[in-house]
C-alpha cells in the first residue's frame, strides 16, 4: 500500500477513535440508572474477557508473561491501573451526574497538561505559542475560580489522571494492548469483589436481568477496546503531531451532546473558560503545524 493510501487510512482509524470516544457518553446515559461503580465494574470485567480474546488472537501471550515476571515494569503497571480505573470511574460518574461539560474541559485541557508535564518531567522545552496556550488554559481555569468560587475540580482530575497515566506509560517499553490488558487484569480481583459485596442495583444479578440490559453492560468493552484499537492503527500510519489535530473530536462532541442533546447548562461566565481554552488549543495547534511543516521542509533539504 503507498504511502498516502497509508496516511488517508490511518486518518479514518484516527477519526473513528477520537469520534467513537466522543459519543461514548450517550452509551453510559443508556444506563445511567445503575451507580457508575457498578457500571465502572462492568467495564473492567468485559474488557478484560475481550482484551483476553484479542490477546490470545493475536498471540500476544508471551508478552503478557513476559511483563508480569518483571516486578518493576508491574510495579508501574498496578499505578498506571488505579490511575486508569480512576480516570474511568469518574468520567462515568460525571457524565450520568449531568457534568458532562465539565468532562469535556477536561479532555479540551488534557493536550495542554501534556505538554506541561512534558517540559517537567521529559525535560522538553515549551516554545512561545506553547507558553501562550498554557497561560491561557490557566486564566481559564482561574476565571471559573472567580466567578464561581470553586476549581473545575471534576475537569481537572480527568485531564490529570489521563495525562499523568499518559505520562507514564510513554516511558514504560509495553505495548498498548498488552499494558492495557495487564491494567485490566490488576483491577480484577477489586472489580469483582466490589460486584461480590457492594453492588446492590436492581441489575446485580444478571441472570434475572432481561437480555437487552445484559447486552448493554457487556457492550462497555466494545466501549472501551474498539477505540483503543481504532487509535493503535491510527499512531502507526500517522506522525503524532497529525494524530493531535483530531484529538478535539472527542470533547467537541461531548461539548455538543452537553448542551444541545442533554440540556447541560452553559452560562456566560462559563463559556469565558472554555473560549480562552479553545484559542490556547487553536495556538498549540498552530504551533504544532509549524513544526511539523518545518521538518517536512528539513528532511526534504536533506534528501536533496
Known amino acids: 500500500m503507498s504511502l ?89 460518574w460525571a457524565v450520568n451526574s449531568k457534568h ?49 468560587g470553586s476549581l473545575p475540580w471534576i475537569a481537572l482530575c480527568l485531564a490529570g489522571s489521563f495525562a499523568v497515566y499518559g505520562l507514564i506509560r510513554k516511558k514504560l517499553a509495553v505495548d498498548a494492548i498488552t499494558g492495557l490488558f495487564i491494567e485490566s487484569l490488576l483491577l480484577l480481583p477489586l472489580a469483582l469483589f466490589y460486584w461480590w459485596q457492594f453492588a446492590d442495583s436492581y441489575a446485580v444479578n444478571m441472570f434475572n436481568n432481561p437480555w437487552q440490559l445484559n447486552g448493554w453492560l457487556m457492550a462497555a468493552s466494545i466501549v472501551t477496546t474498539v477505540p483503543l484499537l481504532c ?30 442533546l442533554y440540556q447541560e447548562p452553559l452560562v456566560i461566565e462559563r463559556l469565558y473558560t472554555f473560549g480562552l481554552i479553545w484559542f490556547a488549543l487553536l495556538l498549540y495547534s498552530v504551533d504544532a503545524w509549524q513544526q511539523s511543516r518545518q521538518r517536512k521542509q528539513l528532511r526534504k533539504q536533506q534528501s536533496q
Not at 106 to 130: C, D, H, S, T
Not at 238 to 249: C, D, E, N, P
Open 4 to 92: 498516502t493510501k497509508q496516511q488517508k487510512l490511518g486518518g479514518i482509524f484516527a477519526a473513528s477513535a477520537y469520534s467513537l470516544w466522543g459519543i461514548a457518553p450517550i452509551y453510559f446515559k443508556q444506563i445511567d440508572t445503575i451507580a457508575a461503580a457498578e457500571i465502572l465494574v462492568h467495564r473492567i470485567v468485559w474488557s478484560f474477557l475481550l482484551l483476553l480474546i484479542i490477546v490470545l488472537a493475536l498471540k500476544q501471550s508471551r508478552r503478557v508473561i513476559q511483563v508480569l515476571r518483571q516486578p518493576k515494569q508491574l510495579s508501574i503497571l498496578v499505578l498506571c491501573s488505579v490511575l486508569l480505573g480512576a480516570n474511568w470511574g469518574l468520567f462515568i
Open 231 to 260: 487509535f493503535i492503527a491510527g499512531a502507526q500510519r500517522l506522525q503524532l503531531s497529525t494524530m493531535g489535530f483530531f484529538q478535539y473530536i472527542g470533547p467537541s462532541l461531548m461539548f455538543i451532546f452537553g448542551v444541545w
Open 100 to 148: 458532562m461539560l465539565d468532562a469535556s474541559l477536561g479532555y479540551y485541557i488534557n493536550p495542554l497538561l501534556n505538554v506541561l508535564l512534558g517540559m517537567v518531567f521529559l525535560a522538553e522545552k515549551l516554545r512561545k505559542l506553547q507558553w501562550l496556550a498554557v497561560a491561557l488554559a490557566a486564566l481559564g481555569v482561574v476565571i471559573q475560580l472567580i466567578t464561581f
